[in-house]
């Protein structure tokens, strides 16, 4: 997991939702979630738990879990912004995609990223100085981080067991990196964007089972 910090300019350049703290929603990801029969489901293709994960219900309870992070702080809540999350879905696919993961692809960081977007927005602060462009946090988590191997078929022994448990390992890792945790409990920060895409690859051992590796990428913006 890597993180980044939005620029800053010096001065001399010119309906109520309640967030519950993410301790409340525990469930054992990454340590000790059952053994799990593998299910067929899409194409005959095997998968942890029997379905694949949904990019979209993980970016969900991403923004979910992120919020509550800010609650507990005593922050408040960010504004999703789906322009932000279409910049942030564009980097988790290329990082998919280009099989790389980093801030910058082609020499574009997250800020070069957000201009060509048409994403101008500048964020003044109370000494003058403004700020423009992105922060950002990307997370790169396998699904099965284990799994055995018996005489007639290979089972999954710890793995997130579905969107919700993946998104809150992803924030949880966030959180316990001091670089990502500053983004997430940035006091200017007002919006974010999440985007999340998935890579599928086959177990070498079984041409039938499914790794997921899930990339995700928020994006934070301190505009009103």
């Known amino acids: 997991m890597v993180a980044i910090p939005v620029m800053v300019v ?64 005593g922050l408040r809540p960010l504004t999703h912004d789906p322009a932000i999350s279409k910049i942030a879905r564009g980097h988790s696919r290329n990082m998919v995609s280009l099989g790389v993961y980093a801030h910058e692809i082609h020499g574009k960081d997250p800020t070069d990223r957000a201009l060509e977007a048409g ?23 396998p699904r099965m981080t284990r799994w055995s191997v018996g005489s007639t078929a290979i089972t999954p022994q710890i793995f997130s067991r579905d969107f919700q448990d993946m998104a809150l390992s992803i924030v949880q890792g966030w959180m316990n990196s001091p670089g990502h945790r500053k983004n997430i409990l940035d006091r200017d920060t007002r919006r974010i964007g999440v985007g999340v895409a998935v890579r599928y690859e086959k177990i070498t051992q079984s041409a039938h089972l499914t790794q997921e590796t899930v990339f995700a990428t928020q994006n934070f913006s301190a505009c009103q």
């Not at 293709?45 to 219900?57: E, F, K």
């Not at 994403?119 to 988590?141: H, M, P």
């Open 119 to 141: 994403y101008t927005c500048r964020a003044y602060r109370g000494d003058g100085s403004y700020s423009y462009g992105l922060s950002e946090n990307i997370s790169r988590q």
């Open 10 to 73: 010096p001065a001399a350049i010119v309906g109520e939702i309640k967030f519950d703290p993410i301790g409340k929603y525990l469930m054992d990801t990454g340590a000790q979630a059952p053994s799990m029969a593998i299910g067929q489901s899409h194409h005959g293709m095997r998968y942890a738990g029997g379905q694949p994960l949904s990019p979209s219900r993980i970016e969900y309870w991403i923004l979910y879990y992120t919020n509550a992070e800010r609650e507990a702080a």
